[in-house]
């Protein structure tokens, strides 16, 4: 079965320092991966997908991630944190499974840009 | 073009109450799904329709949980009766592409059982 790993419950950041959000996956096929990101009282936001290409995927708001083979890992990154990014981030995994469709979610990171 | 939205926003029941849940797709969206977060986990699949049709129902808990999409436009959650490990948000979320494609998602619904 699929499944995401997000091995930081937070992360903490100073506005204007670049920021990284890690998440690892297993799969058997090639994945298709996703970040979501969810702000206070508002539902889940598509920030960018892996399907195939190009391993440096570019998303919303200035967001970016890179898909890694031999490490398994699809972290996110931004080069300069803004105060407004901060939320709850989730990385998911397509299943390949009976449901096809259905996506599998990591623990979700939860990161903190200070002033 | 509207979003996903759900109805309500939360909800606080009692454990043996029944409580029904509403999703609203994006129009012209065929494929529906629920899901769940109960605190501090993950979010967890809960099934998928296909219009009307229930394509992937392999999350849903127990049978307590019942799902419907009638016409195949909205779709309902029941929980009947409501046990005290239901609570949780319910995020539904719609895609046109079965695919590679992105789900877009609801706001979600907060569900407390006391």
């Known amino acids: 079965a699929q499944s995401v790993a997000q091995p930081e419950d937070q992360v903490n950041v100073a506005e204007g320092n670049p920021l990284t959000v890690k998440c690892t996956y297993s799969?058997?096929?090639?994945?298709?991966l996703f970040w979501y990101v969810q702000y206070p009282n508002r539902g889940l936001q598509f920030l960018l997908k892996?399907?195939?290409?190009d391993n440096l995927v570019k998303g919303s708001y200035g967001f970016e991630a890179e898909f890694n083979k031999s490490q398994t890992s699809f972290h996110l990154k931004k080069p300069s944190a803004l105060v407004s990014d901060s939320a709850l981030y989730f990385c998911?995994?397509?299943?390949w499974g009976t449901g096809f469709q259905k996506l599998v979610f990591g623990t979700g990171t939860r990161l903190l840009v200070s002033p | 073009e509207a979003g996903v939205t759900q109805f309500p926003s939360h909800s606080v029941i009692e454990k043996g109450q029944t409580v029904t849940l509403r999703c609203d797709p994006i129009?012209?969206?065929?494929?529906l799904y629920w899901y769940r977060r109960v605190m501090g986990k993950e979010i967890k699949f809960l099934l998928h329709?296909?219009?009307?049709?229930?394509?992937?129902e392999s999350g849903m808990p127990n049978n307590r949980f019942l799902a419907e999409r009638t016409g195949g436009t909205y779709s309902t959650l029941k929980v009947q009766p409501a046990e005290l490990e239901d609570s949780g948000v319910y995020f539904c979320?719609?895609?046109?592409?079965?695919?590679?494609?992105?789900?877009?998602f609801g706001p979600g619904t907060r569900l407390t059982v006391t």
């Open positions: 979320a719609s895609s046109q592409d079965p695919g590679g494609g992105e789900q877009y």
């Open positions: 129009s012209g969206h065929d494929n």
């Open positions: 329709f296909v219009k009307e049709s229930k394509q992937d």
């Open positions: 799969v058997s096929g090639n994945p298709y």
């Open positions: 892996y399907i195939t290409g």
């Open positions: 998911a995994v397509r299943d």
